[in-house]
């Protein structure tokens, strides 16, 4: 019997979780990750993962390996590569199955669809609609797939978040400036809840013993009504969701479904923070388990790691600078704050983007700054990890007022706390960090933005604003923005011309420039230019203040 070092938690066995299922023969193991974002040498690493797969394979008849999204992008490997790395590496770990994330969308969608083809495993996506009149890639994607354990079967189901076309980019998405995708996120939530309980229904039907829901909606509250949490109590029928996109931690929760029976929720994190264990017992029990860390390392996969770090080494390691102090995106607890507080790595980024185009102001969404930057030799990969989307520049013209209302739509999840018990609060992607600009947000007054049935912003509910105080750069002096001037504004095309994160204030502005330089390349001439970080962001400037 293989060992496990590290093991977070074993529930024990729970009647609720239980199914009668006379024929199955042996216990059915089924690991899971999530959010891996490339970070594939990361805590667990794919390659003990692999060989703990293996181990358990002696063991054990039926055992596959799962993949819940946001595999292909978040690294080095994903974005040098587009993907097609960190595919091979999926192939060289045999996966079974696999839906995907938001993220998957990042290089566009015919990128996307050849990595489709390069997969050995089965792709799943339960939740798609296309009305278009080109190419839909889910085109032969199943909607789910059952497999069979020795006569026991097991459905799996892969439910993308329905708010993939505004957290990746919307203009993926669209044919001839319409959305031709559409996940399901119609009449508040019942668009998606009513398509689950339909595929649900069929695949019971068809003699499934358990269902498994794979979902990268996330469980926090501020994701309602496209949450896990919110699918699991208006469906019945499903056994386990195992859930991903909000990067939590749990281990194993239990939730009612509509009829009050309980349903299991699992989530294991990012970077390979965990890996899931999902046992179906012979017994008809369930259970989940987290595993963070396991002696054994896999030869092939390693291997494979190599000759993928191989590919891209030569300019990973190119040297661009020194930096004498840390400059993180979280804080001492591990916190996240970038999507919900001004950081410094975001300062030197937006800063990056006002220099090489010269401009007025400069925007970035916070959930464009991925990573820190820690002290010591600063290399072209740590610049690629804090800008990983090979986004371009984009400048544009736009109004005091419309700058303002920019800064409005992305404050709108913003609290005054941004952590509680060991949880983020209130972050969004969203939430704009900003540089030749200074303003305030207001947490006591509620947001008034008004989003539309696609979650993209039409306009506000009423008068009332939480962004105030908002000062511009001039002539080295911070003096009241003008809401009727008309400034140059900077930032990527993802957020300024492809209204990123449902963002659609500036995306009618005049356009100057549509394809710059792409981010990470900006970061790069920035560096240059002024000769390296100086002490100039040891600390944060106070560009954004909150109360």
Partial sequence: MRRLIGVILILMFLLSGCQETESQKDDIYIFYTSDVHCGVEENLTLASLKALVGETKKDHEFVSLVDLGDYL???????????????????????????????????????????????????IASNVQYSGSQKNIFDGIPEYIIKDYGGTKVAFLGILTPKSRISSTPKFFMENDAFVYNFYSGNDGEDLYDKVQSLVDQVRKQGADYVIAMTHLGSLAMLAPYDSISLISHTEGIDVVLDSHSHSVVVEDRYPNKNG???????????????????????????????????????????????????????????????????????????RMTRARETTVADFFADAIRFVLD???????????????????????????????????ALVYAS??????????????????????????????????VSGLKYMIDTSVESSAVLDENDMFAGFANENRRVKDVMILENEEYVPIDPDKVYTVGGFNYVLLNSGDGNTVLKDCEVIIENGLTDVETLRAYLDAIGGFGEKYRTVEGRITIE
């Fill in 73 to 123: 992008q978040g690294g080095t490997l994903g974005s040098l590569s587009k993907g097609k790395l960190i595919i091979d590496l999926m192939n060289a770990m045999e996966y079974d199955v696999a839906t995907f994330g938001n993220h998957e969308f990042d290089y566009g969608l015919e990128e996307l669809s050849k990595r489709m083809s390069e997969a050995d495993f089965d792709l």
């Fill in 261 to 335: 029976e309980d349903v299991i929720l699992s989530s294991v994190g990012t970077k390979l923070m965990a890996a899931g264990e999902l046992i179906l017992g012979k017994d008809g029990n369930i259970s989940t388990l987290h595993i963070n860390e396991y002696a054994g390392q896999d030869e092939e996969v390693l291997k494979k790691v190599d000759e993928a770090n191989a590919v891209i080494s030569e300019i990973l390691s190119q040297k661009v600078c020194n930096l004498a102090y840390d400059m993180p995106i979280v804080d001492e607890e591990g916190i």
């Fill in 400 to 433: 005091g007022q419309q700058i303002m209302d920019a800064l409005e739509f992305g404050s709108r999840f913003t609290e005054r706390l941004y952590k509680l018990d060991g949880n983020t609060v209130g972050e969004n992607g969203a939430f704009l960090q």
């Fill in 359 to 393: 401009c007025d102001v400069a925007v970035l969404n916070g959930g464009g700054v991925r990573s820190s930057i820690y002290a010591g030799e600063v290399l072209y990969k740590d610049l690629l990890n804090v800008a990983p989307f090979q986004n371009n520049l």
